[in-house]
């Protein structure tokens, strides 16, 4: 069975907003690239889908745009080969190695993870905090940058149970942002 991880850039105080944080450098850009590299297939919502197609789509030229540093493009050529899945009542239809996602979701995500392969990846804001509430997130890592935004979205916000987690890796980067990854903690009855 496949593992599924929930990966996000987080200010400390919870916001999700990904052009609050720190500016990508190439410590972040290499430890992003071998998390796409280490799934066998991405899972987005309709809007992180929408945004990450805009953002790193291999261009129809074949050439990366002007705005990419060195460090972006492996990221870039990472993502943009990757199998996606994305969940959407309202899109019609999805390119860029993808695959539409509808109906219960639960279900869907559910059969995903019983293929076989090294693991599916989740990112964005809406779609973890409900697989989070499904209990079908294997594993959450937060790089948590040393910023407070005092707005935007927030870290799966609207989370109806608390969700006990384990630490299990820390990183530091040199821009001082920390990876931090969890896994979901099982709590005896009495100390739920």
């Not at 400390?12 to 410590?27: K, T």
């Not at 050439?63 to 060195?70: I, K, V, Y």
């Not at 993502?79 to 993808?98: E, P």
């Not at 790089?143 to 707005?151: D, M, N, R």
Request: glycine residues 8%; negative net charge.
């Amino acid at each position: 069975m496949r593992s599924l991880r929930y990966s996000i850039n987080v200010t400390l105080d919870g916001c999700c907003h990904h052009e609050v944080g720190l500016p990508p450098d190439a410590e972040s850009m290499r430890h992003w690239t071998a998390e796409m590299e280490r799934a066998d297939a991405l899972l987005f919502g309709r809007v992180t889908y929408e945004m990450m197609q805009a953002a790193w789509r291999r261009p129809a030229t074949g050439t990366w745009p002007d705005w990419m540093s060195e460090w972006d493009i492996p990221f870039a050529e990472a993502i943009d080969r990757a199998k996606k899945y994305v969940v959407s009542s309202t899109l019609s239809s999805v390119d860029w190695n993808a695959e539409l996602v509808r109906g219960d979701v639960g279900h869907a995500v559910q059969q995903l993870k019983q293929e076989p392969g090294e693991g599916l990846w989740v990112g964005g804001v809406t779609l973890p905090r409900v697989l989070a509430e499904l209990g079908l997130i294997d594993e959450y890592e937060f790089v948590v940058h040393p910023v407070l935004a005092g707005h935007g979205p927030t870290l799966l916000a609207g989370l109806r149970e608390r969700i006990p987690l384990e630490l299990v890796d820390r990183h530091e980067f040199g821009s001082g942002a920390v990876a931090q990854r969890y896994r979901p903690r099982i709590l005896p009855e009495d100390a739920r």
